[in-house]
């Protein structure tokens, strides 16, 4: 069973960085990771995702330019950080992980909500204008 834990959440002002982690438990090797957000009244919506071992990732096109998830394999941890954050990136983040899916499809153009098993409880971001 992986557990994910998200971490790095808080309030910031509008402009203002954040990095959030996710800890996975046990080997994670050749999993398609994401992050996702939901905001109050919206729908989840993917954020960042990647493929460990595989250094291409994706991004919404909200966040491209500001966003970077990145691996750290020594520490079963993926990261994202968010630069210049706006206010309507206020939501919670979620980390996903699968292992059913290939490459071509973790960084396809599918975020694929219902495709991910395993789940982190999430983390709340703030961010004030």
């Known amino acids: 069973q992986v557990q994910l834990v998200e971490s790095g959440g808080g309030s910031v002002q509008a402009g203002g960085s954040l990095r959030l982690s996710c800890a996975v438990s046990?080997?994670?090797?050749?999993?398609?990771m994401r992050w996702f957000r939901q905001a109050p009244g919206k729908e989840r919506e993917g954020v960042a995702g990647?493929?460990?071992?595989?250094?291409?990732?994706k991004y919404a096109d909200s966040v491209k330019g500001r966003f970077t998830i990145s691996q750290d394999n020594a520490n079963n941890t993926i990261n994202l950080q968010m630069n210049n954050l706006k206010p309507e990136d206020s939501a919670m983040y979620y980390c996903?992980?699968?292992?059913?899916?290939?490459?071509?499809?973790?960084?396809?153009?599918?975020?694929?909500?219902?495709?991910?098993?395993?789940w982190g409880q999430g983390t709340q971001v703030t961010v004030s204008s």
């Open positions: 046990g080997y994670i090797s050749s999993y398609c």
């Open positions: 990647a493929y460990i071992g595989v250094s291409s990732s």
């Open positions: 996903a992980a699968d292992r059913r899916w290939a490459p071509t499809y973790c960084i396809g153009p599918s975020w694929g909500m219902d495709d991910f098993r395993y």
